[in-house]
């Protein structure tokens, strides 16, 4: 069986609005068993988490529901799964947790590539403390984030490495694993930002050697709210700030105040759905999950593929997405044109393409485009042919070009 997209686009309610969106990276469409869930939750008793009334038992419920579907999504313990209010809320918030172990001639590392929330929160927490901060620089020429580049900073007073596993301007999958044993050779912490990541390849928290790692459900048609992810052993040696009656369970230590509920329930209804996308649609959920991601890669990567080629035959484009491992994202700029004007073009005529830096501000200026960035093409599992083709057209619009289509 094959990947069935136009199963996939008839569940989703949003794209009946008739835009082909390419604004992805910022956030997905959401299918309706996602807002069935959510409504549902609401729809029933709900209360602070007990056992002694039907309201207690349905949030407890929703929430070991909603930690056994993320925990299986990223195949991590449910025991290590917190929950927050977004994932740089949840950065903020482990940096001055992780930060108290910390003093003058400690070293925090960052990347170049990152978007603001793995690299601000560190900084915050570093200069909070003496800690001094290094960078770790990428090829602006490739794109490339490479296990030398995060060697030539590290050193025995590195205490946390913190990266991406896939960069949300263009795309840039470095090798996550390889990382990994670098810094913990090193003696050091691994901090991972899986939101992009997460909403186009399977995540495996033990394979990737992460200690912590993020990621959004609504980045991969779920609702908006955060994930933290991490051994349970580990959370148990930190001691975030919290309420003095509040529990000092792990997790529930992490998080802060009264959990949303009703986004809990629709982010275990996204990774369901997700789950349900694998073709044959057999197995465990995370069997299931591995075998939708697989699906997903391959639909998403036949249309990158069109889309530069059909770039490429367009001319005055320059794609600044080329690491050999990437995302289907995309960061063009057009020769003496304005992306932001490109991007407003394309909206008047039904295609959803954002312009701008989306928080990396360090890589756009990296790659020499200021804080101004380039015009961002990033699919998601319910992109189609169709909307290719309305892509292309509209870009050779606006060029001024004949259409590159088919």
């Given at each position: 069986m094959?990947?069935?997209?136009?199963?996939?686009?008839?569940?989703?309610?949003?794209?009946?609005?008739?835009?082909?969106?390419?604004?992805?990276?910022?956030?997905?469409?959401?299918?309706?068993?996602?807002?069935?869930?959510?409504?549902?939750?609401?729809?029933?008793?709900?209360?602070?988490?007990?056992?002694?009334?039907?309201?207690?038992?349905?949030?407890?419920?929703?929430?070991?529901?909603?930690?056994?579907?993320?925990?299986?999504?990223?195949?991590?313990?449910?025991?290590?799964?917190?929950?927050?209010?977004?994932?740089?809320?949840?950065?903020?918030?482990?940096?001055?947790?992780?930060?108290?172990?910390?003093?003058?001639?400690?070293?925090?590392?960052?990347?170049?590539?990152?978007?603001?929330?793995?690299?601000?929160?560190?900084?915050?927490?570093?200069?909070?403390?003496?800690?001094?901060?290094?960078?770790?620089?990428?090829?602006?020429?490739?794109?490339?984030l490479t296990i030398d580049d995060i060697a030539a900073v590290l050193s025995a007073?590195?205490?946390?490495?913190?990266?991406?596993?896939?960069?949300?301007?263009?795309?840039?999958?470095?090798?996550?694993?390889?990382?990994?044993?670098?810094?913990?050779?090193?003696?050091?912490?691994?901090?991972?930002?899986?939101?992009?990541?997460?909403?186009?390849?399977?995540?495996?928290?033990?394979?990737l050697g992460a200690d912590f790692l993020v990621c959004s459900p609504y980045k991969f048609l779920g609702p908006h709210l955060g994930v933290l992810a991490s051994r349970p052993e580990l959370l148990e040696t930190l001691r975030p700030d919290k309420l003095r009656p509040s529990t000092n369970a792990v997790p529930e230590r992490f998080e802060l105040g009264t959990l949303p509920y009703e986004?809990?329930?629709?982010?275990?209804?996204?990774?369901?759905?997700?789950?349900?996308?694998?073709?044959?649609?057999?197995?465990?959920?995370?069997?299931r999950l591995l075998d939708a991601f697989m699906a997903i890669e391959t639909h998403e990567d036949a249309l990158r593929a069109r889309i530069e080629q059909g770039l490429a035959s367009l001319g005055g484009i320059t794609v600044h997405s080329r690491a050999a491992h990437r995302t289907p994202t995309l960061l063009l700029t057009l020769a003496g044109r304005s992306t932001a004007a490109a991007s407003r073009y394309l909206a008047e005529r039904?295609?959803?393409?954002?312009?701008?830096?989306?928080?990396?501000?360090?890589?756009?200026?990296?790659l020499g485009l200021g804080d101004e960035g380039g015009l961002r093409i990033g699919l998601a599992p319910y992109n189609n042919d169709e909307d290719v083709d309305r892509l292309l057209e509209a870009l050779a619009g606006f060029l001024g070009t004949a259409p590159a289509v088919g």
């Open positions: 094959t990947f069935d997209v136009n199963a996939v686009r008839a569940r989703i309610p949003a794209l009946k609005a008739g835009s082909a969106r390419f604004d992805a990276p910022g956030g997905t469409q959401t299918p309706q068993p996602v807002i069935d869930a959510i409504a549902d939750a609401l729809a029933n008793p709900l209360a602070n988490r007990g056992l002694t009334t039907e309201g207690e038992r349905n949030a407890e419920a929703v929430v070991t529901r909603a930690r056994r579907a993320l925990a299986d999504l990223l195949g991590a313990d449910p025991r290590g799964i917190v929950f927050g209010r977004s994932s740089t809320q949840l950065a903020f918030d482990l940096s001055r947790t992780v930060a108290k172990s910390w003093g003058p001639g400690d070293e925090v590392v960052v990347s170049r590539l990152d978007h603001d929330s793995n690299i601000r929160p560190w900084i915050h927490a570093a200069e909070a403390v003496g800690a001094t901060v290094r960078w770790a620089e990428f090829d602006p020429a490739t794109g490339e007073r590195t205490r946390l490495v913190a990266v991406t596993a896939a960069s949300n301007l263009i795309g840039t999958r470095p090798d996550i694993a390889a990382f990994a044993d670098l810094v913990h050779r090193a003696g050091a912490l691994l901090h991972v930002d899986a939101v992009h990541y997460a909403s186009h390849a399977a995540v495996d928290l033990p394979g986004l809990l329930a629709g982010a275990g209804a996204a990774v369901d759905f997700l789950a349900s996308l694998a073709p044959g649609a057999d197995g465990t959920r995370r069997e039904g295609v959803d393409a954002p312009a701008g830096s989306f928080y990396a501000l360090e890589a756009s200026r990296r």
